[in-house]
């Protein structure tokens, strides 16, 4: 326990450290760059920090986003498991879809943006962008946990005649969830970055995207170094809040009194 | 009787066994013995129709339970769940505590496999083989990674479960200390093939240690050429 308690000490010191180091290599750039308009001084950027969280415009924008976000994930991930059940069920379609799989992979963001803006609107291409981003990632991630089921235990349920219906329920779903419970934060918040990335293609009207775009339209690097530092934040609290689902299966790997196995009888 | 005729058995290039022929008597315990890689765990495996074969094996029941050389237990269900889980629909939890009873793990039937020492993980899975209605019960060196009092241990757990229903019991081991306290009859195996054939008499469990002319005779087939 002591152990424990030291890391998430040194953990957080090492945080700190990083963030001084930042915030440091900030100051340096400001003073030895002296213009506003390319990089904006601290005390302003907070206080454009300050004004963003009391605006509602913000908060509305954020929400949009935000909500765009979430949908683009849910989709893509609802995606991934329809195509991951059809690729165990079948290898003709595994090896169908594996084509796709790797041409949404390498597919240029920026590419695919311009394209979905012409056939699409202002509002609907950031959310196809970001599903089309992420639906390759979620797939690969969940084939790779799928694989990674002992086939053992695979084994141990055909001998026993384990119906489908109990191996999907009682093994194979819940064998996956501490590999989904461990990869959604940081997938959250790439589909967060992406997203916002295509909204400021865009321009989309109401988001955070369009805000950044807004700013450096007036050069006002205050405020797009505000809203930045602000999306940096909110990614990092949502990649922590989603990173704590583990938690529900933690109590597999250590029993519900955080004890491992002895060795006894 | 199950009855195996003519079997072959190929892995690529290998032939494992070659019209292989034996039978393997209802109600007893009968052990498999030999080296390492001699297909003990293949005929096992050919019983639980998890690989494919040439030839027939007869009268194989549809209800086989497997104790496995490692517990292959689920890590997200409780003792009490994972011995539910191979009764499915008809899983009563009556008979679930009752096994769980007989092997001594009631009072960890709400942990996880986790929380489980080795030799407590192992009892699970014989809890779980008997909870499971077979008419065979086949057992991959399921003592192996456990030092000789948990072994002693394990196997009279067995032992008095397999009394209550004398179900036909299929074992591999390398041990031959193990094959003379468990089995009715143990078949050495070489070279594809059924080298030896020996029957034992009293009842199991035998002794650990005790000297005796089944046991000399295991070994004999064991050291022979």
């Keep these: 326990m002591n152990a424990l308690l030291s890391a998430k000490k040194l953990n957080i010191a090492f945080s700190l450290l990083a963030v001084l180091v930042m915030w440091a290599g900030w100051l340096i750039a400001y003073y030895t760059v002296r213009n506003d308009y390319i990089i904006p001084s601290f005390g302003d950027t907070m206080a454009g920090i300050g004004r963003n969280l009391i605006d509602g415009q913000f908060w509305l924008a954020f929400g949009n986003t935000l909500l765009r976000t979430l949908y683009s994930w849910a989709v893509a991930f609802a995606l991934s498991l329809v195509c991951l059940s059809l690729s165990a069920w079948s290898e003709k379609f595994r090896r169908f879809l594996a084509p796709f799989v790797s041409v949404l992979r390498t597919l240029p963001t920026m590419a695919i943006t311009l394209m979905l803006l012409i056939w699409t609107s202002p509002k609907v291409a950031p959310t196809a962008v970001a599903f089309l981003m992420i639906f390759p990632l979620s797939y690969t991630q969940l084939s790779a946990s799928f694989k990674g089921i002992d086939g053992k235990l695979i084994e141990m349920a055909e001998v026993y005649k384990v119906s489908r219906w109990n191996k999907l329920c009682k093994i194979y779903i819940p064998l996956m969830l501490p590999d989904i419970f461990a990869q959604t934060g940081a997938n959250v918040s790439l589909t967060l970055k992406v997203m916002i990335s295509a909204e400021v293609l865009a321009g989309t009207f109401g988001s955070v995207g369009g805000l950044m775009y807004t700013a450096s ?49 | 009787m199950i009855e195996f005729r003519n079997v072959t058995k190929k892995y690529a290039q290998t032939t494992v066994y070659r019209n292989l022929s034996l039978t393997l ?61 191979v009764l499915g629909k008809n899983a009563d939890a009556r008979r679930v505590d009752a096994y769980l009873e007989k092997a001594e793990l009631l009072e960890k039937a709400d942990a996880y496999p986790a929380e489980l020492s080795g030799g407590q993980a192992q009892r699970v899975s014989i809890a779980r083989a008997f909870a499971y209605p077979s008419d065979l019960i086949l057992m991959d060196e399921p003592f192996s990674s ?65 000297k005796s002319e089944y046991k000399e005779k295991i070994l004999s087939a064991l050291l022979a050429d």
């Excluded at chain 1, 405020?223 to 922590?240: D, H, K, N, S």
């Excluded at chain 2, 109600?27 to 765990?41: A, N």
């Excluded at chain 2, 468990?182 to 650990?208: C, E, F, M, Q, T």
Aim: glycine share 8%.
């Design chain 1, 217 to 265: 339209m007036y050069s006002r690097m205050d405020e797009l170094f505000a809203v930045t530092i602000l999306m940096l934040v909110a990614g990092g609290l949502i990649e922590f809040a989603l990173g704590n689902l583990t938690r529900i299966t933690d109590v597999w790997k250590k029993g519900r009194k955080g004890k491992r196995r002895e060795n006894a009888a």
């Design chain 2, 25 to 85: 008597e209802e109600g007893k315990i009968t052990c498999l013995l030999g080296p390492s890689g001699c297909g003990k765990t293949t005929l096992l495996n050919m019983l639980a129709g998890l690989t494919p074969y040439e030839g027939t094996i007869e009268n194989v029941p549809s209800r086989i339970s497997y104790i496995f050389q490692e517990e292959r237990l689920l890590p997200n269900l409780t003792v009490r769940q994972n011995v539910s889980l």
């Design chain 2, 146 to 210: 456990l030092d000789t009092a948990l072994k002693i241990r394990l196997i009279r757990v067995f032992c008095d479960l397999w009394r209550e229903e004398r179900r036909t019991a299929v074992f591999v081991t390398h041990d031959a200390e193990e094959a003379y306290m468990l089995s009715h009859r143990a078949l050495v195996i070489k070279n594809g093939s059924v080298a030896a054939d020996i029957g034992g008499d009293a009842a199991v469990p035998r002794p650990y240690g005790e």
